[in-house]
Structure formats: structure tokens, C-alpha cells
């Protein structure tokens, strides 16, 4: 049975018996962490720029490989064109600011030296 007849066979089956069935029963809904973006350090002076969205009222930063122990990180907000503050980030999400508006346009700049380490990063917004 291919995966579109069974999801077929069960919206019928789910229709027949009175249940209301959602217009994208299959679409699940984006979590913050699952619109993250992957950046690699070194590739690019600063990361972005971005816009922050409904999904996350934090923006979040983890390393996923490389072999950096860990980064420095900040976030630069295009409004006043300065870092907030310097966060040290590992393997594990961290906020890397707080409370951040719908709409807020940032770059997370890349300038601090990992003496010839490398890291792949998330960044979740």
C-alpha cells in the first residue's frame, strides 16, 4: 500500500465516521527549531542578515559539527547596529537573545577566531 492511498484511505475512513478532518492533516507545523537556518563559521563575515519570525521569541544557536569545543556569539540588531552581548555556545541550544519582536532584522556576526577549528552552526529564529 503506497503512502498517498493509505493517507487517502484514512481521511475516508475519517470522513465516514463524522470526524472532522483538518485541510492539511499531513502539514505539521514548524517548530522553532525546525526553520533553523545551517551556517558554516568562517564562510562569510557576518551570518544573515535575517528577519526574526512568529515561530521563536528568542534566537537560538547551537554548533551541530565541526571540531570547535565552542563559539562566541552575539547578535547585531540592524536598529542599532551593535552586538547585544557576547554568549558562549556548544552542542546544546542557546539563547543567544531574548524577547525579540516579529520582524526584527539581525546578522550574527562571525569575527571571533577559532584558531584554525571549524564549526557548522544552527541558528533558530
Known amino acids: 500500500m ?3 492511498f493509505a493517507r487517502a484511505s484514512l481521511v475516508a475512513l475519517l470522513v465516514a465516521l463524522g470526524t ?4 492539511h492533516a499531513s502539514a505539521a507545523a514548524t517548530s522553532c527549531y525546525g ?8 564562510e562569510v563575515l557576518d551570518f544573515g542578515p535575517y528577519v526574526t519570525t512568529s515561530r521563536c ?5 547551537r554548533m551541530t559539527g565541526g571540531d570547535a569545543a565552542f563559539v562566541w ?8 547596529g551593535v552586538c547585544n552581548y557576547w554568549t558562549k555556545v556548544g552542542r546544546s541550544w542557546t539563547t543567544i537573545a531574548t524577547d525579540v519582536l516579529n520582524g526584527t532584522r539581525f546578522t550574527v556576526p ?3 577566531d577559532l584558531e584554525g577549528s571549524s564549526a557548522t552552526l ?3 529564529f
Not at 20 to 23: G, N
Not at 35 to 42: D, L, P, Q, R
Not at 57 to 61: C, G, L
Not at 73 to 80: G, I, L, P, Y
Open 2 to 4: 503506497t503512502a498517498r
Open 20 to 23: 472532522a478532518v483538518p485541510a
Open 35 to 42: 526553520g533553523a537556518v545551517t551556517v558554516h563559521y568562517g
Open 57 to 61: 521569541t528568542d534566537i537560538n544557536m
Open 73 to 80: 556569539a552575539c547578535v547585531k540588531f540592524e536598529k542599532t
Open 110 to 112: 562571525n569575527g571571533v
Open 122 to 124: 544552527q541558528i533558530a
